[in-house]
């Protein structure tokens, strides 16, 4: 078994739906990650950082709000409703391990289920927030 293979298998354990994105959907998710959390003079650099597994700091974001793993994910920020929609990211631009998934759970550890660094657009038809886990230093945060 690949390693996207791996991460779609442990992610259904916590998810009614685990669709792997398509490298355009998962390209979108990139710019819209950069576009709204990065800093502009740091958009061109932080994904070659990010591909080739260099310390990324928070200096690249707009703000940070640490949180963490096993923080409640309706809690912490503030969403209501029956479901979440999250698309999670892992990888390379060109070779992306990504997925959507739908469902209602409950702890951010079930969106990340890996180590390493990924980022994770999440929300339902209100809100909409942006997480980014630090694989180096197993830091996690609320970024925009």
């Known amino acids: 078994m690949n390693e996207n293979e791996l991460l779609k298998k442990s992610l259904m354990h916590f998810w009614d739906e685990v669709i792997t994105l398509s490298l355009d959907e998962s390209k979108k998710l990139c710019a819209e990650f950069c576009s709204k959390c990065i800093k502009a003079e740091f958009q061109n650099k932080f994904f070659s950082d990010f591909e080739s597994k260099k310390p990324i700091t928070m200096r690249y974001f707009n703000k940070t709000r640490p949180i963490s793993l096993d923080d409640d994910i309706y809690d912490q920020l503030a969403i209501t409703g029956p479901q979440l929609d999250v698309r999670v990211f892992w990888g390379k631009i060109n070779d992306p391990i990504a997925f959507h998934l739908k469902g209602r759970t409950s702890k951010f550890s079930n969106i990340f ?17 942006y997480l980014f886990l630090d694989g180096h230093r197993g830091d996690f945060f609320l970024v925009y």
């Open 113 to 129: 289920v890996t180590d390493g660094d990924a980022f994770a657009k999440i929300g339902n038809s209100k809100k909409e927030h």
